[in-house]
C-alpha cells in the first residue's frame, strides 16, 4: 500500500512552509484535493517534454517536492538514456521523495545549473522571492542548450476588473469539487499570505518574450520558452 494512503490528516501551519514533516506526509494527498487539475497538468509537462528531450540529453526538476514529474518522464528518459535531476530545498520533500532518477537537497537560485535540454519549473515560482525572479529565469534560459526548453506552471495574477474576480472563484470552485473541506481551503489560503506571491500576469512574457502560454485554469496557467 502507497504511503499516501497512511498519512495523518493535515494540519496546516500559520505561515505555509514545505520544511514541516506534516506537509511533507500529506502533500500528495492535499496537492490533488487543493488543485484538481493537478494530474491533467502534470501528463502535460510529460507530453510537452518529451518533444524536448534528446538522446543523452539532461533534464532539471526545479521545485520536486516528492518527485510528480520526474515520475511521469521515467519512461521517456530511460528510454533515451537521458539523465534528470531533481532539485528541491526542503529536506522533509527530499526525505520523502519517490520520484525518478537523482535528488539534490538545494536552493534552485544559487544553484550551478549544467547546459540543459528541459528545465521544468511545476508551481515553483510563486514560492521564490519576487526580486529574485527574473534574473533567475533570464540565467537558467541562458543554459538552456540549442532546441531545449523552459517549461513553466505556475499560479498568476489575472489581470483587472470583474474577471479576476470570477478567475479566482473557479479555483476556489475547483478546490470545493474535489470534496476538500471549506475550512481547510481558507485556512490553507491564509497560512499563504507572504508566502505565495502569484506571478504578475504579464512576468513571464516579460521575462522571456518567446513564452507560449499553453495551460490555463483559473489562476493556473502553463508556458513553454524554447531555445532557439
Known amino acids: 500500500m502507497k504511503a499516501e494512503y497512511l498519512v495523518p490528516e493535515l494540519v496546516i501551519p500559520a505561515d505555509w512552509t514545505f520544511r514541516n514533516a506534516n506537509v511533507a506526509d500529506t502533500f500528495e494527498r492535499h496537492v490533488r484535493e487543493q488543485l484538481p ?11 510537452v517534454a518529451r518533444h524536448y528531450i ?4 539532461l533534464v532539471y526538476d526545479i521545485g520536486a517536492s516528492t518527485g510528480n514529474v520526474s515520475r ?9 538514456g537521458a539523465r534528470i535531476v531533481s532539485i528541491e530545498s526542503s529536506a522533509e520533500m527530499v526525505e520523502r521523495f519517490e520520484g ?17 535540454d528541459v528545465a521544468v519549473m511545476f508551481l515553483t515560482l510563486m514560492f521564490t522571492p519576487v ?14 542548450k540549442p532546441g531545449g526548453a523552459l517549461i513553466i506552471f505556475d499560479k498568476t495574477e489575472v489581470g483587472m476588473g470583474y474577471l479576476s474576480t470570477v478567475l479566482h472563484r473557479l479555483t476556489i470552485a475547483g478546490k ?3 470534496g476538500c473541506d471549506p475550512k481547510e481551503i481558507i485556512e490553507k489560503e491564509l497560512s499563504l499570505a507572504g508566502v505565495q506571491r502569484p506571478l504578475s500576469f504579464s512576468f513571464i512574457s516579460m521575462a522571456l518574450p518567446h513564452s507560449v502560454e499553453v495551460f490555463r485554469f483559473g489562476e493556473f496557467a502553463g508556458y513553454v ?4
Open 72 to 80: 511521469s518522464l521515467a519512461k521517456t528518459i530511460e528510454a533515451r
Open 100 to 116: 525518478f532518477g537523482e535528488i539534490e537537497l538545494a536552493d534552485a537560485l544559487g544553484y550551478d545549473f549544467e547546459p540543459f
Open 131 to 144: 526580486a529574485q525572479r527574473l534574473g533567475f529565469l533570464r540565467r537558467l534560459y541562458a543554459r538552456t
Open 176 to 178: 470545493v469539487a474535489t
Open 225 to 228: 520558452i524554447e531555445a532557439p
Open 54 to 57: 534528446g538522446a543523452g540529453g
Open 37 to 47: 487539475w493537478y494530474e491533467l497538468a502534470t501528463g502535460a509537462v510529460a507530453h
